[in-house]
């Protein structure tokens, strides 16, 4: 039996539209919509969906940096929905997060072992000596030499950077790392190194990813398991090769198909989508999905579908999508 | 049957002179593009894929300079040209579509006002006539309801629309030559591909030649008909679409293919083979090849000599001193 480190029921966070003299709310911004998912100890679960989607609220709502408007965040079984900052404290050590982009994330007035001993200053880990020798080992860990110490942010590449982030995540000894686009800033050589590193350490400190990303083929490498996304809610939820074998919702079909392959002889049948993604503060009715899906029906505007188990942990909100796998798609006529 | 040559750059340098030293953007380079051809160039950030671009439309600023060299088109050098004879050739012969949308357009001019300037300016029509045209254009590149969206700003646009109006824009002219630069690299995977769909019929209605510049190799390998690869300012291989891929010779393009998550093996969460270290810094470049710190394959020859960019098979060339010789099972889409 696999152990949930994580558990997200019924999630939602929205965000004031405000506006008027007095600046109140005049609507509101669905960035996660009714989104409930678990996360088992020592995989690295991920979502996908394009911008707008949710997928990064998600990752913030659950770490607690940003608060949920509803439903409830449950961590190694204890409901921290309702957790003050000073509670969330001592949960932090814990629960570690690397951001996307590499320039805005590092303070560039501190140099990089200031940068990576300041979580351990935060929670009082050690006396400075001890703390020192901590962050040292977190940057050989990271493939960053001990000499870079004293030196800047500025002094180094995108790829490097990304490494001073990690080594600042893992020097608590986190249990549990959400990882925010993590390689999406970098060139492809250096994209391929980043990720073997974080592949890397998740073997070595027995570490949980929440992985946030938009390219699917990187997804597709480094997941156990696969959340899709689309305008705040979760459209299917599979293990990785399951969900490329055996996309089952039409957003994913469309989404997967739409992957650029780098191989100039394989003409794919693409199923070109319709449209935009309309705006999360009017989404559409019923079926979020349903103004660009094919196959929509009346039922699809009508209800909306919940995300059920069709059978050995694949999951999928969609109405056609039956029991056991069986799809009754018919297109619009 | 041999196409008609369109442009053809020949040892192009673009220099930038610093306060540091003199960066080499574009150092030397050649390349063919033919009618109707669609021309990839890839690489990743800083090979000076995209000051290439500038060069072309002699748009690059100081401190960069052209350093040498003759970019031929349609028979005559554009560096000869006076800067009025080349304002005539920007956006009626040469027309460019930029990465980000919202930057390349104008926030307080509607979009309809936009495209149409370009006609105005390039072609013999009165402004009724533009606008009609206009209006068309803004149908061709599938903008819904064109008579509409003619009067809406940039800012009500989403970012595929804005990309579809900055399309219309470039091809409104009837160009003999696009230049796209990282046209798609902002824009969700599913839009994405609603773009390049656009492009590919675009470019065989209207019979333009593409120069299309990505740092994606999934991207050249569906749109190119031929790849030029560059690595710090320099081709170091070029050939038709289908023999980078399969055949890729440079130990470079090699590494870069065979780092790139795949889509189809079943071996995910394996250790990627990443090309080790990173780009060099551009004041202070490698003696010899510029890839050799980061080659597998290096010998003293490559730490002390630049190779040439020569042919090693017809059609095929490739700027090694030690080109790859098994490149079976690299492409794997």
Redesign the interface.
């Known amino acids: 039996m696999k152990k949930s480190i994580l558990e997200v029921k019924n999630l939602k966070k929205y965000f004031p539209v405000v506006g008027g003299v007095f600046s109140k709310p005049i609507a509101w911004v669905k960035a996660v919509d009714d989104v409930s998912f678990s996360i088992f100890e020592g995989e690295t679960f991920s979502l996908v969906g394009e911008s707008g989607s949710g997928k990064t609220t998600i990752g913030k709502t659950i770490l607690k940096l940003i608060e949920p408007t509803a439903g409830q965040i449950i961590a190694e079984g204890i409901d921290i929905t309702n957790y003050s900052a000073s509670e969330m404290r001592p949960l932090r050590r814990d629960m570690q997060i690397i951001f996307q982009d590499p320039y805005g994330s590092l303070n560039p007035r501190l140099p990089v072992g200031e940068i990576i001993r300041e979580p351990l200053v935060v929670h009082r880990v050690g006396n400075k000596k001890e703390q020192e020798e901590r962050v040292v080992d977190a940057m050989n860990v990271v493939g960053l030499r001990p000499e870079y110490l004293h030196r800047y942010p500025h002094e180094f590449s995108g790829g490097q950077r990304q490494r001073i982030g990690i080594a600042r995540a893992i020097v608590l000894n986190p249990k549990f790392i959400v990882a925010d686009e993590p390689v999406s800033a970098l060139d492809a050589s250096i994209q391929s190194q980043v990720l073997n590193l974080l592949m890397d350490l998740q073997q070595k400190l027995s570490l949980t990813y929440l992985f946030v990303a938009h390219n699917l083929a990187v997804v597709r490498h480094v997941s156990d398991r696969i959340g899709v996304m689309y305008l705040g809610k979760l459209m299917e939820i599979a293990d990785t090769m399951e969900l490329f074998n055996n996309p089952l919702h039409p957003y994913t079909q469309a989404l997967l198909s739409a992957i650029p392959i780098p191989d100039p002889e394989i003409k794919k049948e693409r199923i070109i989508l319709e449209g935009d993604i309309p705006s999360p503060i009017n989404p559409p009715s019923g079926c979020v999905f349903r103004t660009r899906c094919i196959y929509a029906k009346d039922i699809c505007r009508e209800k909306i579908p919940q995300l059920a188990d069709i059978g050995s942990g694949h999951f999928t909100a969609c109405h056609f999508v039956k029991k056991g796998g069986k799809t009754e798609f018919t297109k619009k006529s | 049957m041999e196409k008609e040559l369109l442009l053809e750059i020949k040892d192009l340098k673009t220099y930038f002179y610093t306060d540091d030293g003199i960066v080499k953007a574009v150092d030397g380079i050649n390349l063919k593009l033919h009618k109707n051809e669609v021309l990839g160039l890839v690489g ?2 800083g090979c000076g894929k995209s000051v290439a671009s500038l060069s072309i439309l002699r748009l690059v600023d100081q401190p960069g300079k052209n350093a040498g060299g003759e970019i031929i088109f349609k028979g005559e050098d554009l560096l000869k040209k006076s800067e009025e004879e080349m304002r005539k050739i920007r956006g009626s012969e040469i027309a460019m579509i930029f990465q980000e949308p919202m930057t390349a357009l104008n926030p307080v001019y509607t979009i309809g006002n936009q495209v149409m300037e370009a006609i105005l300016i390039h072609q013999d029509v009165n402004e009724e006539e533009a606008k009609k045209k206009t209006v068309e254009m803004l149908d061709l590149v599938g903008i ?1 309801d064109p008579e509409e969206r003619f009067s809406e700003y940039p800012h009500e646009m ?1 970012g ?2 804005r990309q579809r109006a900055m399309i219309a824009m470039a091809m409104s002219c009837n160009p003999d030559l696009l230049i796209s630069d990282e046209a798609t690299t902002a824009l ?7 773009i ?2 656009l492009m590919k019929d675009l470019q065989k209605k209207i019979e333009t030649a593409i120069l299309f510049i990505t ?8 749109m190119a008909d031929t790849v030029a690869v560059s690595y710090m300012g320099k081709i170091v291989e070029l050939s038709n ?2 023999t980078v ?2 055949d890729p010779r440079h130990p470079y393009t090699y ?3 065979k ?5 189809i093996t ?1 071996e ?9 270290g ?2 060099p810094s551009p004041y202070n470049m490698p003696k010899g090849c510029y890839f050799h710190p ?1 080659c597998p394959f290096a010998t003293d020859e490559c730490r002390k000599n630049m190779p040439e960019l020569k042919e090693i098979e017809p059609g095929h060339q490739v700027r090694c001193f030690h080109p790859v010789e098994n490149t079976k099972g690299v ?3």
Do not use: Y
Not at chain 2, 188 to 194: L, N, P
Not at chain 2, 215 to 222: K, T
């Open positions: 990743e950030s819904p989403s595929g629309m969700d995977v599913t839009i994405q591909a609603q390049l769909e740092h994606d190799l999934a991207l050249v390998a569906e679409t289908k891929f399969k590494g870069l293919l780092s790139i998550p795949s889509l079943k995910t969460k394996q250790p990627l083979p990443a090309i080790e990173m780009i980061r492409s794997k889409k």
